[in-house]
């Protein structure tokens, strides 16, 4: 009696361990990952890529700050709007717009 008893904890622990593991390679390392692909996309901002915003505007890079951007919007040079770097999810640089033009 005391000996299935053990063996059953065993399992559940077992059970447990493989729920953990299969968590963290489903959701917390693909999240990691994602994080550092989106740290690396800021680092490598350069004055003249055109970005996008999470609020879907399209823009060009003028100036480049410790946490902020400031971007061009639209054709009107006028229109120059700082911006956090956190709010820019995809980047274009202008060697890979000419390289489609191709």
Same mark, same amino acid.
């Given at each position: 009696m005391?000996?299935?008893?053990?063996?059953? +904890?065993?399992?559940?622990?077992g059970?447990?361990?493989?729920?953990? *593991?299969?968590?963290?390679?489903?959701m917390?390392?693909?999240? #990691?990952? /994602?994080?550092?692909? =989106? %740290?690396?996309?800021?680092? %490598?901002? !350069?004055v003249?890529?055109?970005?996008?915003?999470?609020?879907?505007?399209? +823009? *060009?890079?003028?100036?480049? #700050?410790?946490?902020?951007?400031?971007? $061009?919007?639209g054709? %009107?040079?006028n229109?120059?709007?700082?911006? #956090? =770097?956190? !709010?820019i999810? #995809?980047?274009? =640089?202008? $060697?890979?717009?000419? /390289? /489609?033009? =191709?």
């Amino acid at each position: 009696m005391l000996l299935t008893t053990t063996y059953s +904890g065993i399992i559940t622990m077992g059970w447990i361990v493989i729920l953990l *593991v299969a968590m963290y390679f489903l959701m917390i390392r693909p999240q #990691q990952k /994602e994080t550092r692909q =989106k %740290n690396a996309m800021l680092a %490598n901002l !350069a004055v003249g890529d055109t970005i996008l915003t999470t609020s879907g505007f399209y +823009g *060009v890079i003028i100036d480049i #700050q410790d946490d902020t951007v400031i971007v $061009e919007f639209g054709s %009107n040079k006028n229109c120059r709007i700082p911006m #956090q =770097k956190a !709010a820019i999810v #995809q980047v274009e =640089k202008p $060697e890979d717009a000419v /390289e /489609e033009d =191709k």
